[in-house]
Nanobody, 124 residues
Framework: QVQLVESGGGLVQAGGSLRLSCAAS????????MGWFRQAAGKEREFVAV????????YYTDSVKGRFTISRDNAENTMYLQMSSLKREDTAVYYC?????????????????WGQGTQVTVSS
């Protein structure tokens, strides 16, 4: 059974930092791209960042560029999202996701595996 488990969410003041983790188990994600998405209350789930298997290709949504960093440790089957200079508008449930193949995509419909989400709340 494939499982993605996020951790590291919480309450932080604006300007602060958090590091999210996504631990994968149940199958190997060798070659697969992985990404982070978020969903704020009353809004659609949106793309945040994606990383290729090698880590050489990364993409971010414009609103997080320069503040968030996506990375992965394939030996540990874990992906990370380092979030800095957090803003109130970053408040959302953050989900990690994985594709079945190597495509590097921002399209959430092309991701086959999803975690349960972790809440990030940024206060002013």
């Amino acid at each position: 059974q494939v499982q993605l488990v996020e951790s590291g969410g919480g309450l932080v003041q604006a300007g602060g930092s958090l590091r999210l983790s996504c631990a994968a188990s149940g199958r190997t994600f060798m070659g697969a791209s992985m990404g982070w998405f978020r969903q704020a209350a009353g809004k659609e789930r949106e793309f945040v960042a994606v990383i290729s298997w090698s880590g050489n290709n990364v993409y971010y949504t414009d609103s997080v560029k320069g503040r968030f960093t996506i990375s992965r440790d394939n030996a540990e089957n874990t992906m990370y999202l380092q979030m800095s200079s957090l803003k109130r508008e970053d408040t959302a449930v953050y989900y990690c996701a994985a594709t079945s193949g190597s495509v590097v995509t921002t399209n959430r419909r092309l991701y086959d595996y999803w975690g349960q989400g972790t809440q990030v709340t940024v206060s002013s």
